[in-house]
T-cell receptor, first 116, second 113 residues
């Protein structure tokens, strides 16, 4: 019953540092997403992937990079961290194959990132 | 500009009453709309989906309506319980061919005994 697993749960970064948020799902979902959620704001899509080897930008991709080498994993990399990237990050997945019109999205528990 | 609006003020209701949350949108023509529940410190959890050609959807104590003319969805929880206290998010999917969801900011519901 793991679902979508994100690590780390909490992290403090200094300005200019880099790091990778890890995300893995065990539901064999073809679609995966990264969202960020700022206080009082809706979830904003950073990047998404429709399958291994395929990624695309969302609404707020600047300052981030992703890769999708396997169906299970979708890491999010922050290069040169900035205070504006302080946020809660959610990884999510869905199955276009099993639920073509519904696309229920399953979210991870979130990663709290602070850039100081 | 395109917007999704949910009441940013918390909704406080008494246990047993019906809670009604509103999701309004402008300049979108969504294929369907979803509602999610989010507890503090947790990720959103899917609750219900309603398609553009559906007026109403029910699941246990939950009911969602979708009025594409008014550009509004209402989310009802009947016989509310303190355990229903959470933030509720609406999300629009703009077409059946895209996988991007546009989320509202959410409304916090507090059910007190």
């Amino acid at each position: 019953n793991a679902g979508v697993t994100q690590t780390p749960k909490f992290r403090i970064l200094k300005i200019g540092q880099s790091m990778t948020l890890q995300c893995t799902q065990d539901m064999n979902h073809n679609y995966m997403y990264w969202y960020r959620q700022d206080p009082g704001m809706g979830l904003k899509l950073i990047y998404y992937s429709v399958g291994a080897g395929i990624t695309d930008k969302g609404e707020v991709p600047n300052g981030y990079n992703v890769s999708r080498s396997t169906t299970e994993d979708f890491p999010l990399r922050l290069e040169l961290a900035a205070p504006s990237q302080t946020s809660v990050y959610f990884c999510a997945s869905s199955s276009q194959i099993r639920d073509p019109s519904g696309n229920t999205i399953y979210f991870g528990e979130g990663s709290w990132l602070t850039v100081v | 500009s395109q917007k999704i609006e949910q009441n940013s003020e918390a909704l406080n209701i008494q246990e047993g009453k019906t809670a009604t949350l509103t999701c309004n949108y402008t300049n979108y023509s969504p294929a369907y709309l979803q509602w999610y529940r989010q507890d503090p410190g947790r990720g959103p959890v899917f609750l219900l989906l309603i398609r553009e050609n559906e007026k109403e959807k029910r699941k246990e104590r939950l009911k969602v309506t979708f009025d594409t003319t008014l550009k509004q969805s209402l989310f009802h929880i009947t016989a509310s319980q303190p355990a229903d206290s959470a933030t509720y998010l609406c999300a629009l999917r703009l077409s059946y061919n895209t996988d991007k969801l546009i989320f509202g900011t959410g409304t916090r519901l507090q059910v007190f005994p």
